[in-house]
């Protein structure tokens, strides 16, 4: 049984800086993650610029992705991807954690760093529609440059839709938007710009059946209704940001069961402490007073889960890591770090 101080569910923003901090406290630290790849939700935007990260140039999201991981990576944790963790029980002190593998996993404490739970995006309600998810039906943009040049029907009026919307603006030869209600929920100033590029923004419409072309693989065409009229439009591509299913993804054991607030975040004690002792949340999940559901808020929780994971194991270590500038840990790091700085330097100057 090889047993951790550590283990993270999660390897999003909130778990990876989790694991990176972790190992700055010199625990074992393992993440698990049940998608084959780390970054969490910010896979869904990888093209999206990021630009409310402190300290961090505009930058696109896979790159800030990269960073977190390699950050993560700096003490070496243990990653176990393509792994769901499924329930979660207390044998003594020990936390055992099984997956849908059938594996098991032993720790002195918990991170739940699940973010939103598992997101399965909310389909189209159109009988066959999904044979054309290879094609031109989309629920994400993984990569902008696929729309150049094509109109887009861009179904959805909450800021995931809009978001997207105003990013095709800028390769799309043309953008429609449609929404089921009377008017847009997005961030105003992103509504003002598409209205500032004259984009049409058709309200209570909605998609009621779309055409195939000749070969039957991809959408020609959508049938829109919009107060009781029925609009045809041409497309190249249609994408659907209608929100997202949450699965529910793990579960506890009843005698350790973490107060629950609307049957899924996890109610926080303070501190990032669930009211469970040795289990801590970080991220999207943990919920309580002024969070903010934003990346920077994923990284205040992450020290705090592991300073008070680090004090659940011994109750006598320091409340707080040493910043970096103080830590041993870092010694070695910067002395390599800056001559490589210092090499790069005189290769300038030659
Ligand atoms: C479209 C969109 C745009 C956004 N734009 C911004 C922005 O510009 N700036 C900003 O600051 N924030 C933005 N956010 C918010 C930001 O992405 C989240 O706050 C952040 O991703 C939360 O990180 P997290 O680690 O808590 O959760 P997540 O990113 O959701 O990560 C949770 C991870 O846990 C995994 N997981 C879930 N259940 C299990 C399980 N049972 N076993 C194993 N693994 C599991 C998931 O697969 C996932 O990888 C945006 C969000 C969205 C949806």
């Not at 505009?58 to 070496?76: D, E, G, H």
């Not at 939103?116 to 039906?137: H, W």
């Not at 609009?231 to 579960?251: A, F, K, M, P, W």
């Not at 020290?303 to 006598?316: E, S, T």
Request: glycine share 8%.
């Amino acid at each position: 049984m090889e047993l951790f101080d550590v283990t993270i569910i999660g390897g999003g923003p909130a778990g990876l800086y989790s694991a990176f901090y972790s190992g700055l406290r010199n625990m074992k630290t393992k993440i698990i993650e049940v998608q084959p790849v780390l970054g969490g939700k910010v896979n869904i935007y990888p093209e999206k610029v990021l630009w409310d990260v402190g300290g961090q140039p505009p930058m696109q999201a896979q790159l800030f992705v990269q960073n977190l991981v390699n950050q993560a990576n700096t003490f070496s944790p243990t990653i176990c991807l393509n792994t769901k963790v499924e329930q979660i029980e207390k044998h003594g002190d020990i936390f055992v954690i099984t997956t849908n593998n059938g594996e098991t996993h032993y720790s002195k404490t918990i991170i739940v760093a699940v973010g939103g739970g598992i997101l399965n995006p909310i389909k189209l309600e159109i009988e066959g529609a999904e044979k054309y998810e290879m094609t031109n039906l989309h629920y994400t943009i993984l990569g902008l440059e696929r729309f150049r040049n094509k109109k887009v029907l861009v179904s959805g009026g909450g800021n995931g839709a809009i978001d997207w919307a105003v990013e095709l603006l800028f390769v799309a030869k043309e953008v429609v938007v449609i929404y089921r209600k009377d008017q847009l929920t997005a961030h105003e100033s992103q509504v003002e710009k598409l209205k500032e590029h004259g984009v049409q923004i058709m309200l209570n419409a909605k998609i009621q059946s779309v055409v195939s072309n000749d070969t039957k693989t991809a959408i020609e065409q959508v049938i829109v209704s919009q107060n009781g009229d029925i609009h045809e439009i041409q497309v190249d591509d249609v994408l659907i940001s209608h929100g997202y299913n949450r699965e529910v993804s793990l579960t506890f054991a009843d005698d350790i069961q973490p107060m629950r607030k609307d049957d899924y975040y996890l109610v926080g004690q303070g501190q990032c402490k669930t009211s469970v002792p040795g289990i801590f949340g970080a991220g999207d999940i943990i919920s309580y007073d002024d969070k903010v559901n934003l990346l920077i808020g994923t990284f205040q929780d992450a020290v705090l889960a592991v300073n008070n994971a680090k004090k659940y194991i011994d109750p006598k270590a320091d409340q707080y890591g040493m910043v970096s500038s103080h830590n041993e840990k870092f010694a070695e790091k910067n002395k390599e770090l800056l001559e490589e700085l210092f090499c790069k330097a005189e290769a300038a100057s030659l």
